[in-house]
């Protein structure tokens, strides 16, 4: 192979890499389906509905398409192999909308399905939530027995928080046990290496909400996705780049300077 060639040909390699590696780093878009990688945990105190430092170790999907279809949402997700971390980023129609996460159902309130219930203000049904304060609504586990039918858990399993950061941009986070052991109340057991599905959905109909949008209600619910949890973790974004970029960098000079040294010989 000609020593151009060869370059041409390095240089290509590296580039595949590069774009190999930032592939790995863990934003990806437009999906249905999840990864929870391996993380570490997160304390229940920052379960708080405000996004920080403590998903950088996790997987982050964009234009998920989260039931009614109007919002689409930004979706991170981990697991340290006790508890299943979600963050839910969406904008509603509304300043106190509720927000909920069907395990291991594709079905909209699953007869015997475990659920997570945020900013439910309990209007229509008691038990379900409360008021929101300072722009934060309150999180229950539940149980679904059937259409139309939902109810707390009398074991309440897990941390969660859904707070209007503004404009009616909805944060939820959610840190939710694989196995409580609260066969009562349905609560999931899930182990680490399986793929489970997951259905979400956020109403602002009226119903357990102040109301808006007739269009923003649960019952249109029609897409599940499913969440495979990993004993792997993503690569550290940092590292991995700044190798892959010296390398390519590298490359690329000696290349320039063989280049210019050919050129310059008669
Ligand atoms: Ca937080
Ligand atoms: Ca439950
Ligand atoms: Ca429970």
Do not use: H
Not at 52 to 57: L, P, Q
Not at 64 to 75: E, S, W
Not at 209 to 225: E, I, L, R
Not at 244 to 260: D, I, P, S, Y
């Amino acid at each position: 192979m000609p020593r151009g060639s060869r370059f041409a040909f390095a240089f290509i390699c590296v580039s595949a890499a590069i774009i190999a590696g930032l592939a790995a780093t863990g934003v990806r878009a437009a999906v249905t389906n999840f990864v929870a990688p391996a993380g570490t945990a997160i304390a229940d105190g920052n379960i708080d509905g405000v996004i920080g430092t403590e998903w950088s170790d996790a997987n982050v999907y964009l234009n998920v398409p989260i039931n009614p279809t109007a919002a689409t949402a930004q979706v991170s997700l981990k697991q340290d192999n006790t508890y299943l971390y979600i963050a839910v980023v969406w904008t509603a129609d509304i300043a106190q909308p509720w927000f909920s996460i069907e395990f291991g159902a594709t079905g909209c309130m699953n007869n015997g399905a475990d659920g997570a219930l945020f900013g439910n203000d309990g209007s229509t049904q008691a038990g379900l939530g409360g008021a929101w304060s300072g722009g934060v609504g309150l999180y229950r586990d539940v149980e679904f027995g059937g259409p139309g039918s939902v109810a707390a858990d009398a074991i309440q399993n897990g941390v969660g928080a859904i707070r209007n950061s503004g404009s009616n941009v909805m944060v939820v986070e959610l840190k939710k046990p694989l196995n409580s052991g609260d066969a009562a109340g349905n609560d999931v057991a899930w182990a680490v290496g399986n793929t489970y599905d997951l259905l979400m959905t956020w109403d602002s109909n009226g119903g357990g909400n102040p109301g808006g949008g007739s269009a923003n209600m649960q019952s249109t619910t029609t897409d599940s996705q499913t969440v495979q949890l990993s004993a792997v973790a993503i690569p550290e974004f940092p590292t991995t780049a700044i190798l892959l970029v010296t390398v390519a960098g590298t490359f690329l000079l000696v290349a320039v300077g063989a280049w210019k040294r050919s050129k310059a010989k008669p």
